[in-house]
């Protein structure tokens, strides 16, 4: 008959962020465990609250499983003396692995003999496994932060302060630095039991219950979401959706209670996003919207209890909200007393890095950077004034009263205080649209002036990071590097922009030796963000379910704009779905390696001597045209298809024509000539790189 474990680790309240990885250390390792320690089980699920983390095994057998080892000894030459009689070599094997010499044999192995022996390991009580291993489990969770407390050598997020160890209806004990593994847990730390004892595993989860705890989180979070929708549907509204908000208020509450309260009319002239902030940031409220996404004068949190004295409550957090609201609107007006560009030359006070200058420093490379790119693009004059507007006013918000209290307003406000001020509606949404997208799956600028500032912002913030040297290294990006460069490909394949990533880092660095006089290795930085780029640019791809070897050859070529590339790809991934390619990729590959010794690419006719040489020579200007032609119409896949005739002729050129003469100027003739078909082929991709399959 299998049984089934439960291990409790109960802690102080966890921060809510921890959790999820937690647990799924938690199952992970125990997994892992099992696996090494050779216990069968059926399922192994773990929960969570504020105060524990959780994990039931079910179906664990009642011991381990007998392992059955075969042993190779010393060879048989040497195992036994002219007698017969075992020789101390296979007596001190035999001792060491605790066997006796009726259970050896002899066995060839590579051409000579030697003495073996089969033993079966008893496997161990299923109770003496988890006593031995529980321990290291719990120690095996690690966290972003961790804590030592009470004198104890083990680190945790928080002070572990119960454990329950329960197989069935028996304790498995351990000690854990004075910890001791019980059947004893702990209710709602205000309205259950402080001393639940648990009999058998079944009971846990209802004796909890019982006690005000929901130890299910996914439970929890369908109360929460259930109970909260249907308050907002009473009052003719809806709950603003938030999956990341309501999993953490999931990860802080034990038994939810979701209440509704209500938002004076006098905040309700406020931007809406003045009020949200607040209620979603710092009280961890839920915004109740209508149909059209307005906001509704009402409000959902959620209790940490029952539904006693709930009038009460429900006027608390009316009155925290209202004073957090109260705040709000006394910065609000304030800041709109003046336009929103008399705060630029106050970014002069504030340092946005050390070495690369004060904000406003940065809001001048901004501007210059977003001008490069709009006359790169081409832009009509309203919208490179629109850039050049917004560039300028980017930043004048982070210095408001507002944004200085509640830094999640910037960009926010600043669109709101530009509308006050008076600016148009292009410049007011650009000024927000800059530090889009703020995370993967964020929205992305919807305006043209918005996406030029968000590429210019994010181009700014990578060249000047990396020509001081504080380039993200391993998995460590404090300044949120490599997602801001993900925002910019993200923008420049949302939009279709063609742009020369080598000309905007070699501009952007430009800025920064123009303006903050700063001096590093321009070369070496300039390889440094290129590599940089490319390196998301292959992770993004591949994402997209872009063949490794298709990123590459598409990388390995001279262009340099993102969303040609992505055009590139998708094309070269077609082409090669075709039939019959193996032999054109194998001929390519002749001839890519042989071009790399080509000192030059120039061709004369009349040194060709061979046959095949003139006829590789003809069939090749015979397409190089239409190669060019429908390159320049991004038609990859049909100038691909132009080089399709050159297989046979390459491959008789290679069967017939000796390359590597010793007269020069053949020599390098018939290099030249591979060089210049490789050089075009390299307009359009490498086929070199292409795994042939």
Same mark, same amino acid.
């Given at each position: ?26 199952? =992970? ?5 099992? /696996? ?13 609250? $504020? ?33 017969? *009689? ?31 022996? *089969?033993?079966?390991?008893?496997? /161990? ?26 004198? @104890? ?7 572990? %302060? ?10 498995? $004990?351990? =000690? ?44 929890? @979070? ?12 009473? @009052? ?14 999931? *990860? ?9 309260? %209500? ?9 809406? =996003? ?11 409220? !839920? ?9 509704? $004068?009402? !409000?959902? &949190? ?6 006693? !004295? ?5 006027k608390g957090n009316e009155k925290v909200l209202g004073a957090r609201l109260e705040d709000a609107k006394f910065f609000y007006m304030e800041d709109i007393k003046v336009p929103l560009d008399s ?19 940065? &809001? /001048? ?6 001008? @490069? ?13 629109n850039i050049d507007r917004a560039g300028y006013l980017s930043k004048a918000d982070l210095v408001t009263k507002m944004v200085s209290e509640f830094t999640e307003l910037q960009g926010k406000m ?30 992305? $600028? ?94 993004? !791809?591949?994402?997209?379910?872009? %063949? ?8 390995? &070529?001279?262009?340099? =704009? ?14 090669? +779905?075709?039939?019959?390619? +193996? ?16 000192? &030059? ?68 003739? %018939? ?23």
């Open positions: 008959m299998t049984k089934k474990y439960l291990l409790e680790i109960g802690v102080e309240e966890l921060p809510a962020r921890y959790v999820r990885d937690a647990l799924q250390q938690l199952k =992970d390792n125990c997994a892992k465990i099992f /696996k090494d320690e050779r216990v069968t089980y059926e399922e192994i699920n773990v929960y969570s609250t $504020p105060r524990r983390l959780v994990l039931v095994a079910e179906g664990l057998e009642d011991k381990q499983a007998d392992l059955k080892e075969t042993l190779k000894g010393p060879a048989k030459r040497i195992a036994f003396n002219d007698d017969g *009689n075992p020789t101390k070599a296979l007596l001190g094997f035999m001792k060491g692995k605790d066997i006796k010499i009726n259970n050896t044999y002899i066995q060839e192995y590579n051409g000579e003999e030697y003495v073996y022996a *089969n033993i079966i390991k008893n496997g /161990k009580n299923i109770k003496e496994v988890l006593n031995i291993n529980m321990i290291n489990l719990i120690k095996s969770i690690t966290f972003p932060k961790s804590m030592k407390w009470g004198g @104890k050598n083990i680190r945790f997020a928080r002070p572990i %302060r119960w454990i329950v160890s329960l197989l069935d209806d028996e304790i498995i $004990p351990f =000690d854990l630095e004075g910890i001791k593994a019980s059947n004893i847990t702990k209710g709602h730390r205000f309205l259950g039991s402080n001393k639940i004892e648990i009999n058998c595993v079944d009971e846990y989860f209802d004796l909890l219950k019982d006690n005000y705890v929901i130890v299910d989180q996914n439970k929890r @979070k369908e109360t929460i979401k259930y109970r909260s929708e249907k308050l907002a549907k009473e @009052k003719g509204g809806n709950l603003l959706p938030d999956e990341t908000l309501l999993d953490e208020v999931t *990860n802080i509450v034990e038994y939810p209670t979701p209440i509704i309260g %209500r938002i004076k009319e006098e905040y309700l002239s406020l931007p809406k =996003d003045v009020i949200i902030t607040p209620m979603k940031e710092h009280l961890r409220f !839920f915004p109740v919207v209508d149909d059209k996404k307005r906001l509704l $004068p009402y !409000f959902i &949190t959620v209790r940490n209890g029952n539904e006693d !004295f709930i009038d009460t409550v429900i705060y630029v030359e106050d970014l002069k006070n504030i340092v946005f890095q050390e070495k690369l200058g004060t904000l406003y420093d940065k &809001t /001048k490379r901004v501007q210059k950077l977003a001008a @490069k790119i709009g006359g790169y693009l081409e832009v009509g004059e309203d919208t490179e004034n600043g669109m709101e205080y530009a509308k006050t001020s008076g600016e148009n509606e292009i410049v007011s949404l650009a000024i927000y649209e800059q530090y889009l997208p703020r995370y993967s799956g964020d929205e992305l $600028p919807t305006t043209t002036a918005g996406a030029i500032l968000s590429i210019g912002d994010k181009l700014d913030s990578i060249a000047g990071s990396f020509a001081i040297g504080i380039q993200p290294t391993g998995s460590q990006d404090p300044f949120g590097l490599r997602r801001q460069a993900l925002g910019i490909i993200n923008i420049i394949l949302d939009k279709k922009l063609n742009l020369s990533l080598s000309e905007l880092i070699e501009f952007a660095l430009y800025i920064y030796v123009e303006e903050n006089g700063l001096a590093f290795d321009y070369n070496k930085v300039k390889l440094e963000i290129t590599e940089f780029f490319n390196g998301r640019i292959k992770n993004m !791809f591949m994402d997209m379910g872009i %063949r490794y070897d298709i990123i590459d050859a598409v990388i390995s &070529t001279k262009t340099d =704009d993102i969303y040609d590339m992505r055009i590139r790809a998708d094309k070269l991934n077609e082409w090669l +779905s075709k039939d019959g390619l +193996s032999e054109i990729l194998s001929a390519f590959n002749r001839v890519s390696n042989l071009a790399e010794k080509a000192i &030059t690419d120039e061709v004369k006719r009349d040194l060709f001597i061979e046959e095949e040489e003139i006829n590789l020579y003809d069939t090749f200007n015979n397409i190089e045209e239409k190669v060019i032609s429908f390159i320049n119409k991004k038609e990859y896949d049909k100038a691909l298809d132009q080089f399709v005739v050159l297989r046979e002729p390459v491959d008789k050129f290679f069967d017939n024509v000796m390359v590597m003469v010793e007269d020069e100027d053949i020599r390098d003739n %018939r290099l030249g000539l591979l060089k210049k078909i490789y050089d075009t082929m390299l307009l359009i991709c490498d086929l070199s790189k292409i795994v042939n399959k």
